[in-house]
């Protein structure tokens, strides 16, 4: 299984970026998936996660300006930022619970994306 993100880059303050994170491999199914962030010198942080059924969940930071959605055809979680400030700038990090086959039981394991960076300019 591997976890492929994209679109990160460099945005002014007040600019927006969208995330895209794509599973692949032999994938029965994903349940939650998730965005996190590091910054220098700081420990990963939960960004954002979605339910396979569509719950998510927010840090207090980015609600109201952050949106998780998930496309569960394309095993593709996204990451919708508007109003993004400097101290979003960050190397994001996708990850998702995924769900295969082995020997007729189900098996469960986190898998993280390689990170994508942001850059927030003042």
């Known amino acids: 299984v591997q976890l492929q993100a994209s679109g990160g880059g460099l945005v002014q303050a007040g600019g927006s970026l969208r995330l895209s994170c794509a599973a692949s491999g032999s994938i029965f199914s994903i349940n939650d998936m998730g965005w996190y962030r590091q910054a220098p010198g700081k420990q990963r942080e939960l960004v954002a996660v979605?339910?396979?059924?569509?719950?998510?969940n927010y840090a207090d930071s980015v609600k109201g300006r952050f949106t998780i959605s998930r496309d569960n055809a394309k095993n593709t979680v996204y990451l919708q930022m508007n109003s993004l400030k400097p101290e979003d700038a960050a190397v994001y990090y996708c990850k998702a619970e995924v769900v295969i086959w082995r020997i007729g039981n189900r098996i469960a394991t986190d898998h993280w994306g390689q990170g994508t960076q942001v850059t927030v300019s003042s």
């Open positions: 979605i339910s396979s059924g569509g719950s998510t």
